[in-house]
């Protein structure tokens, strides 16, 4: 059963590996036996981690990449498909949340969180994709979110791009399918993330989103890193389309009421 979960001879490149749930699901693939290529518009956080793969006995280099800009991305992953023969994995867990009111947005805002949110993981499926499809494997993993089920004020924009990145997903699924890739999603709850960084500044606020789920507290983004190897390990080979919520039960008790006495 382990050498299900293992990524043992697999080529992976993770979007946003840098930081955050990039972060901790490059080093979780790196120790499950994967070469990993960490990939940040940051690069000096990319190379960090990468470094803290090699220490851990793993292989692992770093690069660059915005994936607003589809060229960027396309060159990046095509980079490793050459260099080490194929491109199995495909992490992308970037994104951008302005929190205001919809009426309150500016174009720019909307655009910038589109733009992120949207079209960056677009340009992340459709490289990915291609290479691929063209080798007949592959698993790529978005990130959706809560907020493709539930909202609140604040997160429209948010809200309504992690409910495109689920149904992109799920087309690409059914589009790449027929060629052996494999396209599915991470919907993580309330994690503690530089994202959600601002939100520690407001303990009422903080301690209010923890209180929300099951069970009581925040996630980790270390928590991320278990069902994304899942979903690009040979474990989850009958999994595509779908939407793993690893949300501390969040949505499974979203409107809940509890009788008196109970």
Not at 23 to 45: F, M, N, P, S
Not at 98 to 125: Q, T, W
Request: with cysteine; aromatic share 6%.
């Amino acid at each position: 059963m382990p050498s299900m979960f293992s990524l043992e001879g697999k080529n992976a490149a993770i979007v946003g590996g840098g930081s955050g749930i990039g972060e901790a699901v490059a080093i979780a693939c790196g120790e499950q036996g994967a070469y990993v290529r960490c990939l940040d518009v940051k690069l000096d956080a990319a190379t960090e981690t990468a470094a803290t793969i090699r220490e851990a006995g793993g292989e692992a280099d770093a690069g660059r990449v915005d994936i607003v800009d589809g060229p960027s991305v396309t060159a990046a992953f095509e980079g490793v498909a050459s260099e080490r023969g194929s491109l199995d994995v495909v992490v992308c867990t970037p994104a951008i949340n302005v929190r205001k009111p919809l009426l309150d947005y500016s174009d720019e805002e909307i655009d910038l969180v589109l733009g992120v949110n949207l079209k960056g993981n677009a340009h992340v499926l459709q490289a990915a994709g291609r290479i691929m499809r063209e080798q007949g494997s592959g698993s790529i993993i978005l990130f959706s979110s809560i907020r493709s089920l539930v909202v609140e004020p604040g997160q429209s924009m948010y809200a309504a791009t992690k409910a495109g990145i689920v149904q992109m997903v799920r087309a690409a699924a059914a589009e790449l399918g027929p060629d052996g890739v494999r396209v599915n999603a991470v919907a993580p709850g309330v994690i503690d993330t530089p994202l959600t960084a601002p939100i520690k500044d407001i303990p009422d606020w903080y301690d209010a989103y923890g209180d929300r789920n099951i069970f009581k507290r925040w996630g980790s983004a270390r928590e991320m890193a278990g069902p994304t190897v899942f979903l690009a390990s040979d474990a989850a080979s009958y999994v595509t389309g779908t939407v793993l919520f690893a949300d501390g039960g969040w949505t499974a008790i979203d409107g809940r009421f509890t009788p008196p006495g109970m």
